[in-house]
């Protein structure tokens, strides 16, 4: 099972928006509707931001969405802020077999 | 709040077993609701999932790592673990353990993480 795929990185500045991509299959993203988004500050947890392709856990801003269309999945954030830089990980369940799959991280830069 | 910690050897030489705790406080392993997991990253690369299980010891494993890899939980301690054997330098990485929600299928929350250098 292959890592799905994001742009290394990507970059607005404060008040913009930045859409990350990840692309995957039909056996993972687009068989599925569980895909999540996770924010990695180095050197600290990971933290979901988005899950079942667009829903927030309670306390995460309303400024992050996600969406997804055939096999690619979308995290947008709108309104930048110095904090949301930050590497980016998307996953996707994949089937029993191997059950779950995470995406080639982004880096996001608020320039 | 439930926080997770990962705890085990920092260093682990070429071809032994590499083996880590996960001590689950302020909420019980025991719930219905959860899997638990392990997660790594290498150093620069992304994350990979390793495994997870459920408390009754059901398990899940990455088909790549399925041979190395053995997680169990003792419910009486709270506590999940990972053992992979025969490492090499490419095992080398920080390993995560969190829980994961099975309604909505994802990880949260996360420990803090540990490194693990295997080298002679």
């Known amino acids: 099972q292959s890592a799905l795929t994001q742009p290394p990185s990507a970059s607005g500045s404060p008040g913009q928006s930045v859409t990350i991509s990840c692309t995957g299959t039909s056996s993972d993203v687009g068989g599925y509707n569980y895909v999540s988004w996770y924010q990695y500050h180095p050197g600290k947890a990971p933290k979901v931001m988005i899950y079942e392709v667009s829903k927030r856990p309670s306390g995460v801003p309303d400024r992050f969405s996600g969406s997804k269309s055939g096999n690619t999945a979308s995290l947008t954030v709108s309104g930048l802020q110095a904090e949301d830089e930050a590497d980016y990980y998307c996953s996707s369940y994949a089937g029993s077999n191997n059950p779950y799959v995470f995406g080639t991280g982004t880096k996001v830069t608020v320039l | 709040q439930l926080q997770l910690q990962e705890s085990g050897p920092g260093l682990v030489k070429p071809s032994e077993t590499l083996s880590l705790t996960c001590t689950v406080s302020g909420g019980s392993i025991s719930s219905s609701s959860y899997y638990w997991g392990w997660i790594r990253q290498p150093p620069g690369k992304g994350l990979e999932w390793i495994g997870s299980i459920y408390y009754s010891g059901s398990t899940y494993y990455n088909p790549s790592l399925k041979s190395r890899v053995t997680i169990s939980v003792d419910t009486s301690k709270n506590q999940f673990f990972l053992n992979l054997s025969s490492v090499t330098a490419a095992d080398t990485a920080v390993y995560y353990c969190?829980?994961?929600?099975?309604?909505?299928?994802?990880?949260?929350?996360w420990g803090q993480g540990t490194l693990v250098t295997v080298s002679s």
């Open positions: 969190a829980r994961f929600r099975i309604v909505g299928m994802h990880f949260d929350p």
